[in-house]
Structures are given as structure tokens and as C-alpha cells.
């Protein structure tokens, strides 16, 4: 079982709607977690921490569920410019706080 | 506002020559890292740097050698190129946090193939 695991998708979203993914995770000791997004042959870059109380920023929701061991990602009021892969990362608290990437979930938002 | 620069972009090597990958900070972190991306993988660490003079293992690091050169600079090698080391490398740099609640900032990548 991999450490982090995501659907891939692509999850195909008309523009306007709402999508929602998870993350889980296997490693009940990790601490922190992160929503990275990644465009088509670019960088990943850092979308949103995600908190124990979940956070919001602007229309991206981020939710943690440690008794099931996921995070979620909400967009609300899908935009063209949110298509993306967004990657789930984790820091499991092993020496030099290394962080373990999920393979991405791909989102295709269509007008 | 240069962040992480990784040198070269793109490059094409031949099985068993050997190449170093440049990788430079300007944001004062302590911490760096070297990521390979190949396709449905997701990012694998293959070395990193906790602060200056050191360096640790990853996941990946069979094939490759990492320098910390100073503050700024993280390189990586291949001494003898293969063609299961072609992918997409990043470097990527953070504030040292214990604590893990720092993020990552990488560079725009490397594009590398062996033939």
C-alpha cells in the first residue's frame, strides 16, 4: 500500500460547479499536510496547509480526518484556471521531516 | 525574485556518461531537497539537505551523489547516467522547522533523458 494515495481522475468538472478529492494516508503519526498544485509540466507549488480544524482560502476548502486518516480538498465555483493536478503531500515526522507526495489528482474544469 | 533556479532546463545524456544538476536558493533556507517526478509516481525524494555540511538519503538515491556546497547550492550527480534515471528532477528548498509545518518551494524543474 503506498504511504499516500490518491484517485487520479481526471476529474472532468463543468465550469461553475463544486469538486471535492481526497487523501489518504497510511502513517497514523503524520503531523502535517499540505495541498500542492501542479500544472501541466511545472512546478508544484504550494496551494494550502491543511489544519486540524480545516481551513478555507477563498473557494478551496481543506478538511483533516485523522480518525480515518484523509484530507480532502473542496474547489467551490470551479474556474477554467483551476484545471490542475493537485498533489497531496504529508510529513510523516521521520527524521529530517521529510515530506511523502500522493501521485496527484488530475482536475479538468470545462466551460 | 529568483526563489530556487535549477540548471540546466533540459538535457539528453548517453547511457553511462555522467552530468551534475545545479540547483541555487535565494530565499536564506537551511533545508533542501532533490525530487524526481516520473509519470503516475508522484515526487520521490531522492536525497536532501537538513542545513549547511548535511546531507541524508531518500527513497531514491541508488545511481545518484548530492554536494552541499553552501547555504545557496544543492547539486546533484549522476556519475554514470542509465535509462531508468530519466525523468524530471526538482530541487526544493525550506525554512528548517522541526515541527514539519514548513512548505516546500521548488525550482521549475529538469528535464532529463538518457538514451
Known amino acids: 500500500r503506498k504511504e499516500v494515495e490518491q484517485d487520479p481522475g481526471p476529474f472532468n468538472v463543468p465550469e461553475g460547479a463544486t469538486v471535492a478529492f481526497n487523501c489518504t494516508y497510511s502513517n497514523s503519526a503524520s503531523q502535517s499536510f499540505f495541498w500542492y498544485r501542479q500544472d501541466c509540466r511545472k512546478e508544484p507549488k504550494l496551494l494550502m496547509s491543511?489544519?486540524?480544524s480545516g481551513n478555507e482560502d477563498g473557494r478551496f476548502t481543506a478538511q483533516l480526518n485523522r480518525a480515518s486518516q484523509y484530507i480532502s480538498l473542496l474547489i467551490r465555483d470551479s474556474k477554467l484556471s483551476d484545471s490542475a493536478t493537485y498533489l497531496c503531500v504529508v510529513n510523516m515526522k521521520t527524521a529530517g521531516n521529510k515530506l511523502t507526495f500522493g501521485g496527484g489528482t488530475r482536475v479538468l474544469v470545462k466551460p | 525574485n529568483a526563489g530556487v533556479t535549477q540548471t540546466p532546463k533540459f538535457q539528453v545524456l548517453k547511457t553511462g556518461q555522467s552530468m551534475t544538476l545545479q540547483c541555487a536558493q535565494d530565499?536564506?533556507?537551511?533545508?533542501m531537497y532533490w525530487y524526481r517526478q516520473d509519470p503516475g509516481m508522484g515526487l520521490r525524494l531522492i536525497y536532501y539537505?537538513?542545513?549547511?555540511?548535511?546531507?541524508d538519503k531518500g527513497e531514491v538515491p541508488n545511481g545518484y551523489n548530492v554536494s552541499r556546497l553552501n547555504k545557496r547550492e544543492f547539486s546533484l550527480r549522476l556519475e554514470s547516467a542509465a535509462p531508468s534515471q530519466t525523468s524530471v528532477y526538482f530541487c526544493?528548498?525550506?525554512?528548517?522547522?522541526?515541527?514539519?509545518?514548513?512548505?516546500?518551494?521548488f525550482g521549475d524543474g529538469t528535464r532529463l533523458s538518457i538514451l
Open positions: 530565499m536564506n533556507h537551511n533545508s
Open positions: 491543511v489544519y486540524s
Open positions: 539537505s537538513a542545513s549547511e555540511g548535511t546531507t
Open positions: 526544493a528548498s525550506s525554512e528548517m522547522d522541526r515541527a514539519g509545518d514548513q512548505p516546500q518551494h
